[in-house]
Nanobody, 124 residues
Framework: QVQLVESGGGLVQAGGSLRLSCAAS????????MGWFRQAPGKEREFVSA????????TYADSVKGRFTISRDNAKNTVYLQMNSLKPEDTAVYYC?????????????????WGQGTQVTVSS
């Protein structure tokens, strides 16, 4: 089992920045690929970004490419999502996930464990 706790969400104006963090506990953090998903009201949960356990491979949804950066610190059991140039359409609950790197699925990431989510609201 892996427990995941997100933090760093909040309210920001369009064009602003936020950094989300996800702290993991339980099994060995470096065994897992990590990812971020988001779910806006009335919409399905969608892939945002993922990072290989080594940090050497990072994937992004087209909608966030060039604006968001995923990173991880295996010594701190933490994965981050730096979000810049935020837009109102980025408003959603953001979920951290731990899982497997898999080239056959969206974002090359197959989630297995989920956090509770953190709200990000971008005002226009």
């Amino acid at each position: 089992q892996v427990q995941l706790v997100e933090s760093g969400g909040g309210l920001v104006q369009a064009g602003g920045s936020l950094r989300l963090s996800c702290a993991a506990s339980g099994r060995t953090f470096s065994d897992y690929a990590m990812g971020w998903f988001r779910q806006a009201p009335g919409k399905e949960r969608e892939f945002v970004s993922a990072i290989h356990w080594s940090g050497g491979i990072r994937t992004y949804a087209d909608s966030v490419k060039g604006r968001f950066t995923i990173s991880r610190d295996n010594a701190k059991n933490t994965v981050y999502l730096q979000m810049n140039s935020l837009k109102p359409e980025d408003t959603a609950v953001y979920y951290c996930a731990a899982g497997a790197f898999d080239r056959r699925v969206v974002g090359y990431f197959d989630p297995g464990y989920w956090g509770q989510g953190t709200q990000v609201t971008v005002s226009s």
